[in-house]
DNA sequence: ATGAAAGCGCTAACAA
DNA sequence: TTGTTAGCGCTTTCAT
């Protein structure tokens, strides 16, 4: 059986609050410091996190409510949040939906909030898929912190934080790129129409077609839905044979890959035939000399911002001061490979 | 605030051992039960885990042990077990170490462990590091059942079950197609000679070789140290150089990026120059016609196996009953691609 | 600075 | 089957 403060106070002759007063850095007389940290050493003692928790009503973990763990992109930020949770003496709480179609994922979602209000997180990370926010309307009725990763929701924006990347920056950093290299006929790739990420950068891709002049067509900006990779790789393709493009951008990692295949299939090379600049690191180091140019997300810091962030609302939420929603943007940065040809 | 039995007590005017009874699945008259779901209903009650974890001693989590998320392998693995953990009521506390050398790593995972401890996990799923298994004897010593991932720990036999695959097997895979194309001078490189799946893999590539009577030169089975990314790099190159091989296989996802580097450093053209087998699917899908030969693990069915015996040791070691270790073994599979010649 | 005592919400004897 | 009661290990007033 594990030693507790009783046996800690029988052994010290000292009383259970002096104790419990001593761990949680109260004051106590040096020798009685002494004598306790004695006992503890002997004894091996550690305190019972669950009475604690059953007391202060916290449980020592932050729930992280992400999509499934289908690219790299999710998974460096997981890596980042749950070693910057721990250091502040958090658990993480791993909460990965299944894979499926935005439907699907939007109601994982809602089970998922559930499934961890259930378990008592006291605060919750979350790369939403709800982008109404209804799934974050208990947790924040119950004053559970939530901090929001890679999208907004302006529903909820003076209640929860947000970390997000400059996403109209990043498109427009995209396009320039390729409009440096003459490029005219480019033809933009982006998830869902009704997706918040999809949206922005398209923004920023419309943007700088239009500051540099180049005519926007909108037949070459094209929203790609979910996961129904079968089509959406028949309409890349449809796309490319229609429009000619000479250069094309790929909103997101998923699609970088797609338009690969699809470009491949449809007989064009890179650069030569076709200009590419993808998302997330997709092929940047391929072994067969063609290196894509690439929008780089900082995932490292956009898990590590979230973290902070998160541990300072438990802070706040446990003592006092105002927790200020506070929304982060991050630079996303351009990997320069060989993909742009001039023109 | 949130309701407690005791509200529910009140309201139905029942016993609080009764209302915690049929919360549990005991018997209750069913006109108590009706009145139990009414209150249950209107209150929105719901069982506070802390509490009922103080009293059981159980914390509702599984403490997932892992390496840094830096590969897909990884990552599938942590999908599946969450999702069947979280299916048998279990919360997922993930522990992912930071990167570094196998020193830092193994030095880590002490510290994880005991993390996890503090946290007070009802068990946990690690992919060890320290393949001596000293990081579990407290676990252990404390009844806290642990299920053991890709690898195997001999001193722990006994004690801990593990989820793994026929690391022999696959290699001989890999030998075997390599060898059926024609070739005889095939260069093996592999993860680490102190390291369990890279002995094993070893293992397997020189049996087949040897059982094809294809003379086996040390100079060929090519063992590769941690982290140090730099100087394997330029150790495989030399290896290129000096062997001119046929044929190479790589024994590790990241072995297979950093030889494909090194061939076209080197200015071998695959399949033409050399025939490729890699691990773990990296570069089977590349947009550039050359689509790797891959032994593919299945993940999947790692994670599944993984969190089902958990459950398991865990439904036992609540109940009765005896919990044997077992060992799963699975069967990597083949992934045909185009980069094999014959000659 | 210290100690006594109450109680967090639940479970599990034990009695009825 | 049901209710009473005694804790699980800790924190926290409130006296001292």
Redesign the pocket.
């Known amino acids: ?2 030693a ?3 046996d800690i ?1 029988r052994r010290t ?12 850095g ?4 040096p ?2 410091r002494e004598a306790i940290e004695e006992a503890i050493q002997a004894l091996d ?4 996190e ?3 928790n ?4 916290h449980t020592g973990y932050v729930g992280l409510l992400m999509p499934a763990l289908t690219n790299g992109f999710i998974m460096e930020i997981i890596q980042q949040i749950q070693l910057e949770l721990r250091a502040d003496g958090y658990g993480t709480a791993l909460y990965c939906a299944v894979p499926g179609d935005d439907d699907i994922r939007r109601r994982t979602e809602l089970e998922a909030v559930d499934f961890l209000l259930q378990k008592g997180v006291d605060g919750i990370i979350n790369l939403p898929q709800n982008e109404d926010g209804v799934h974050l309307q208990r947790p924040l009725e119950l004053g559970i912190p939530v901090t929001l990763i890679d999208k907004q929701i302006p529903e909820l924006a003076d209640r929860v934080s947000s970390v997000i990347i400059d996403n109209v920056g990043a498109a427009r950093t995209a396009a320039d790129e390729l409009l440096n290299a003459g490029h005219r006929n480019i033809v933009g790739f982006f998830h869902g129409e009704t997706n918040y990420t999809g949206r922005r950068r398209a923004e920023g891709f419309v943007d700088a077609l239009h500051e540099r002049g180049c005519p926007v067509d909108s037949d070459r900006i094209v929203f790609l839905g979910g996961a129904r990779e079968r089509t959406s790789q028949e309409l890349i393709r449809e796309k490319l044979r229609q429009c000619r493009p000479t250069a094309v951008f790929a909103a997101t990692s998923g699609l970088t890959s797609r338009v690969m295949e699809a470009l491949e299939a449809e007989g064009f090379r890179v650069p030569d035939d076709v200009s590419v600049v993808g998302f997330d690191g997709v092929g940047t180091e391929n072994g067969h000399g063609v290196k894509l140019y690439s929008m780089l997300q900082p995932t490292a810091q956009i898990g590590s911002a979230a973290a902070r962030i998160m541990s300072e609302q438990l802070r706040v939420s446990t003592g006092g001061g105002v927790p200020l929603p506070q929304v982060r943007t991050l630079p996303a940065t351009l990997f320069v490979g060989n993909s742009i040809k001039r023109v």
Chains 1, 2 share one sequence.
């Not at 002759?13 to 949680?24: C, D, H, V």
């Not at 003692?45 to 019972?48: A, D, Q, S």
């Not at 059953?54 to 009503?57: E, F």
Request: hydrophobic content about 45%; charged content about 20%.
């Open positions: 059986m594990a507790t403060i009783k106070a002759g000292l009383g259970l609050a002096t104790i419990s007063k001593y761990i949680n109260g004051n106590v007389l020798k009685n003692f550690k305190v019972n669950t009475a604690r059953l007391k202060t009503r």
